[in-house]
């Protein structure tokens, strides 16, 4: 099982950025998945965590900036990040709690994604 995520990037304050993470592999099914972020000389945080039922809960540094949102058919994550601000800076890892065997279900993991706010 793996999970690839993609779009993060240099942009300017205020400005707007998605990202994206998508599992791939023997998966029977996929339960909360959710977007963490690391910036330096800091702990990794939760950002945003979504249900396979959609419902979405959000740090608040970035509720009413963020949207998360998932297309279970795809078994992909969206992370909408609207407003930045140069605090935003970190490396975004996106996660799930996946099934992928009768009895194999654990917590996987991305490779990380940097998203830099700065002028």
């Known amino acids: 099982v793996q999970l690839q995520a993609s779009g993060g990037g240099l942009v300017q304050p205020g400005g707007s950025l998605r990202l994206s993470c998508a599992a791939s592999?023997?998966?029977?099914?996929?339960?909360?998945m959710g977007w963490y972020r690391q910036a330096p000389g800091k702990q990794r945080e939760l950002v945003a965590s979504i249900t396979s039922g959609g419902s979405a809960n959000y740090a608040d540094s970035v509720r009413g900036r963020f949207t998360i949102s998932r297309d279970n058919a795809k078994r992909t994550i969206y992370l909408q990040m609207s407003s930045l601000k140069p605090e935003d800076t970190a490396v975004y890892y996106c996660t799930a709690d996946i099934k992928s065997g009768v009895f194999q279900r654990r917590q996987h993991w991305g490779q990380g994604t940097l998203v830099t706010v700065s002028s």
């Open positions: 592999g023997p998966i029977i099914s996929i339960n909360d």
